[in-house]
């Protein structure tokens, strides 16, 4: 229909852009060719033409406006003029990515698709904006990222346990569905994996250690293995380091700042360094550890720190750094 009536409006302007033409033409042919009792005879029609042309409308008509045209600020690095913006239609917007629960201390990114009445997605013309209420506290304004593309980002964070409300507005419209309610929360959680060899399988995982991206190391010593999932269980990778005089069974982990890996290997009575990747980077300790139980790094001066059981003394504690 939007089509259509654009179309009509082309027509009428490009027939109206011919008489202005055409009078153009007719009075440039009477001024340069004309005489005297040519141009008298005809004072009447080029005065009725001329006041035509002054009253008549060049302005197309449309029933609203459905779209408002927005200049890039930054045309010359991305080369593009600007973004075109149109009237959305709240009944058909969605609130997608809402998390059943969320971890205290994470964040999650909830996602707003703005559409028109058909259902198509369209950059909106009304402010889109987001308000949380978190336990115990009023509502406060949350920060909307427009991707421009007719999808916004809402980042919200869950720094209290507890039920948080957030609701999403559109033109002062919510969102349907809007308030959701997202539980944060602290404690036991879920558990993960069950007993086997597969991917996503633990035989004797003894102890797990968070890289940098947030997902779960876990030593399984019986299955001679490193494996990474993320948070909520979903298998990433398995590492195998090889290569050494026994089979590696890695009993402990911990994990850098730069996303190193040091693993306490039982079998070979070493720490092994590895990357995210399972390249092993180095080993030591084979000559000084005789039963490596623990291992941690520590937050000062990075400095790697062993248990060993069977040392001169139980618990001893030994300084590997820089080995």
């Known amino acids: 229909m939007k089509i259509k009536r654009a179309a009509v409006d082309i027509d009428e302007m490009e027939l109206k852009h011919g008489n202005i033409k055409s009078a153009g033409n007719y009075i440039e042919t009477l001024m340069h ?41 930054e045309l010359c690095e991305h080369g593009i003029l600007g973004i075109l913006k149109s ?63 007719g999808t916004h980002r809402v980042t ?7 039920k948080y409300q957030v609701t999403m507005t559109i033109g002062g419209q919510p969102i349907p569905g809007c308030p959701v ?14 007993e086997g060899i597969a991917e996503g399988q633990y035989k004797h995982p003894l102890s797990v250690a968070i890289n940098k991206d947030r997902d779960i190391v876990t030593a399984d010593i019986d ?16 590492l195998e380091l090889k290569h050494f005089n026994k089979p590696f069974r890695p009993g402990d982990i911990a994990i850098s700042s730069d996303n190193t890996h040091y693993s306490l290997d039982y079998n070979n009575k070493q720490v092994v360094v590895s990357d995210e990747n399972g390249h092993v980077i180095r080993y030591f300790g084979q000559n000084e550890l005789k039963d490596p139980y623990d291992i941690g790094i520590s937050p ?24």
């Open 223 to 238: 299955n001679n293995r490193l494996q990474i999932t993320t948070r909520e269980g979903i298998f990433k990778k398995i």
């Open 87 to 149: 009237d959305v239609y709240v009944p058909k917007c969605t609130a997608e990515n809402i998390p059943k629960q969320l971890w205290k201390g994470d964040s999650a990114d909830l996602l707003i698709t703005t559409r028109d009445s058909t259902g198509k997605q369209v950059i909106p013309k009304q402010p889109v904006k987001a308000k949380v209420r978190k336990p115990g506290a009023s509502w406060e304004d949350i920060n909307v990222t427009d991707n421009r593309d």
């Open 181 to 194: 309610i997202i539980p944060v929360i602290k404690g036991l959680v879920k558990t993960i994996g069950s």
């Open 300 to 323: 000062v001066d990075g400095n790697v720190y062993v248990t060993d059981c069977d040392g001169h003394l139980s618990g001893f504690i030994q300084n590997m750094a820089n080995t």
């Open 33 to 73: 060719h004309g005489n005297a009792a040519q141009l008298l005879s005809t004072k009447g029609d080029v005065g009725t033409r001329i006041k035509q042309l002054i009253t008549m409308e060049t302005t197309a008509k449309s029933e609203d406006e459905d779209f408002i045209f927005t200049p890039h600020d």
């Open 156 to 162: 919200m964070a869950g720094q209290l346990d507890g």
